[in-house]
């Protein structure tokens, strides 16, 4: 009976001990996404005449600071589809990516943020919501996440090609355990 009861316990204890996904990115592939970021910063504002008149996809990333029960950045793929001729915003974060205060990434994390907004005349002002899990210290953890996103488009090769903004919030946790953040960012994209 007792070495059935230490079997369990040990079953127990390896079920309980949570492993993070690997990283999708790399050092790297951070310092590229900062660059990017800061070169977008600087390009011209499209003028309400030069905007697109359809709908217009920008690929890029959304990149924050976090703060709170967990220290460093996130950094996600961003698709942002712009309908001008409809002034709505829609799009996700995907394959987001907690990296440690020394810039090197620390886990993929599960779940995505699911982008809503306007656009009027080149200004970009919605929301981008979900749920993300990771693990910490050996736990499952989850923080249902709020951002504002306020924005431009820009010119880049061509007329509004480029989108750049902030992306501020917040992540609450639900359990003691779970993340209660703090995020400061930026959202950028191209359609090159």
């Not at 829609?90 to 699911?114: A, F, M, S, W, Y």
């Not at 306007?118 to 899990?133: I, P, T, V, Y």
């Not at 090769?157 to 779970?178: C, E, H, L, Y």
């Amino acid at each position: 009976m007792i070495r059935t009861t230490i079997s369990l316990s040990t079953i127990a204890l390896v079920a309980a001990c949570a492993s993070p996904n690997a990283p999708s990115i790399s050092s790297a592939d951070v310092g590229r996404a900062y660059a990017e970021a800061d070169a977008i910063s600087r390009l011209p504002f499209t003028e309400s005449i030069d905007l697109p008149t359809g709908a217009t996809t920008y690929n890029g990333q959304l990149g924050a600071n976090v703060s709170g029960d967990i220290e460093g950045s996130l950094l996600g793929d961003m698709r942002m589809d712009v309908h001008f001729a409809d002034d709505e915003i829609t799009g996700d974060v995907t394959n987001i990516n907690l990296i440690d205060t020394n810039g090197r990434p620390n886990q993929r994390l599960d779940g995505k943020l699911d982008i809503t907004g306007l656009e009027e005349a080149g200004r970009l002002d919605g929301f981008a919501s979900g749920k993300l899990e990771g693990v910490d210290q050996g736990l499952y953890v989850d923080t249902d996440v709020l951002l504002v996103l306020d924005g431009d488009v820009f010119n880049d090769r061509g007329k509004g090609d480029a989108v750049f903004g902030s992306a501020t919030g917040d992540g609450i946790g639900q359990d003691a355990n779970d993340w209660d953040i703090e995020i400061d960012g930026v959202f950028f994209g191209t359609t090159n």
